[in-house]
């Protein structure tokens, strides 16, 4: 297999090399072109078969209508739990919208179940169904050579933001009970969504907990972690933005508004956001100029 790292606006893209070659997470649709010549150059004069998703955020599933466009053979499985949605691509259930993000349609043709097994070119992989960056996220691992496709849900040094428990206290728990389930797998190598693939996986599933203790502690620093997230991620699949653009785009993020609503301050939306600028500013991942905001 071959793990095609990305950077931060698309996920890691891995390759299961064999007869049939299959794809896992596609990276957001502004990479889509590049990916599709990475696979080009890597496959030669195969093509890929079969295209799995681990969660349907857009810098994962970006990339999935392109690549359907050009390999029109391409059978596409996702999690079950978004599987229908995904069919009948309603908006208002897809995560795209609420987090203000964009992701061309694409079509679904099976779905993938925590509990199942399935074989890829020879190689038998157990699908766990995960929560805490996603609830309807999966995570695969293969049990003879105890490689991990940890998603988001753990990186080398920690894991996404936990959009469960921007919801509910209880998307900690069920970030713990992922880290749980990583931990009992005894993974010799894991890939993870972002990132390089590590082999120090003791060391990252503890640095997780420790992450984790501390935003269960302090939700509204995690929460304030979110907006910034969505906001740097926004900027960066733009470059640059206008105020006027900007301002428009973040009072239509139902996420941002609700993220805001639990701030106990009191603060105007316009204020918060502003302190939310601010502060990637100061850590130099944005910057403000009179025309707009640019990614650093």
Known sequence: MVVLERGWLSSNTIVLLGPDPVVIDTGHHSHAEQLRALLEHLLGEQHPQQLLNTHL?????????????????????????????????NPDRLPFESTGQYCPRFEAHAALRGGQEIVLNGRTWEIHACAGHDADGVLFFAPRERILLSADALWENGFGVLFDALESELGFDAQEQTLDLIDSLNARWVLPGHGRAFQAVKPSIAQARSRLAHW????????????HVLIKFHVMALQSIPWG????????????????????????????????LDVLCSKKALQMTPAGVADA
């Not at 359907?68 to 599987?83: E, K, M, N, S």
């Not at 269960?216 to 979110?226: G, I, N, T, V, W």
Request: hydrophobic share 35%; net charge neutral; charged share 25%.
């Open 57 to 89: 955020h857009s810098d994962h599933c970006g990339g999935n209508a392109h690549l359907q466009a050009y390999w029109a053979q391409l059978h596409t499985q996702i999690p079950h739990r978004v599987f229908e949605t995904t069919k009948k691509w």
């Open 216 to 227: 269960r502690d302090h939700p509204q620093s995690h929460a304030e972690h979110a907006a």
């Open 245 to 276: 653009d900007f301002m428009h785009w973040a009072e239509q993020v139902s996420l941002l508004q609700r993220i805001h609503d639990k701030d106990t301050r009191g603060l105007r939306f316009v204020a918060w956001l502003q302190e939310r």
